[in-house]
């Protein structure tokens, strides 16, 4: 897990989604997965869970799309929200949907928005993804 805004967003993998007692030392208070190929996490009561299963391979609907870059642009405007963006292994859908969400708050261009979200960190970005959410972003 890596936190992208300080005290406020980090993004992952489907492990770092399930690990409870990490999520707990963040103390995350909300966690959007994007994995289509895991298994819904169960966490801690109280903690929000959003899942939108998306998937690389550039066959997710805009309609979906748009739908989890405004709720990820919602999450980060909540005051004292410490949000979890994951997906299976944290290199793609996590990072250009929180990409694409900061875009969406005013935060640069999404391509500018992507290199600071992957900064210093393993990726492995879609195309088919990313020129989806170039479409509709």
């Given at each position: 897990m890596r936190e992208i805004?300080?005290?406020?967003?980090?993004?992952?993998?489907?492990?770092d989604a399930?690990?409870?007692?990490g999520l707990a030392a963040a103390?995350?208070?909300?966690?959007?997965?994007?994995?289509?190929?895991?298994?819904?996490?169960?966490?801690?009561p109280g903690t929000t869970y959003l899942r939108f299963p998306l998937s690389d391979d550039g066959n997710n609907s805009p309609a979906l799309l748009e739908c989890c870059i405004a709720i990820l642009a919602e999450l980060l405007r909540c005051d004292g929200q410490r949000l979890l963006v994951a997906c299976s292994a944290g290199m793609s859908r996590s990072p250009a949907m929180t990409a694409a969400a900061l875009h969406r708050l005013g935060r640069g261009s999404l391509d500018e928005c992507l290199e600071a979200v992957v900064?210093?960190?393993?990726?492995?970005?879609?195309?088919?993804?990313?020129?989806?959410i170039v479409e509709i972003a």
């Amino acid at each position: 897990m890596r936190e992208i805004v300080d005290g406020t967003l980090w993004i992952g993998n489907a492990r770092d989604a399930r690990n409870l007692a990490g999520l707990a030392a963040a103390e995350i208070t909300a966690v959007v997965d994007l994995a289509d190929n895991e298994r819904p996490a169960a966490l801690a009561p109280g903690t929000t869970y959003l899942r939108f299963p998306l998937s690389d391979d550039g066959n997710n609907s805009p309609a979906l799309l748009e739908c989890c870059i405004a709720i990820l642009a919602e999450l980060l405007r909540c005051d004292g929200q410490r949000l979890l963006v994951a997906c299976s292994a944290g290199m793609s859908r996590s990072p250009a949907m929180t990409a694409a969400a900061l875009h969406r708050l005013g935060r640069g261009s999404l391509d500018e928005c992507l290199e600071a979200v992957v900064r210093n960190a393993p990726r492995d970005v879609s195309p088919s993804l990313w020129n989806a959410i170039v479409e509709i972003a």
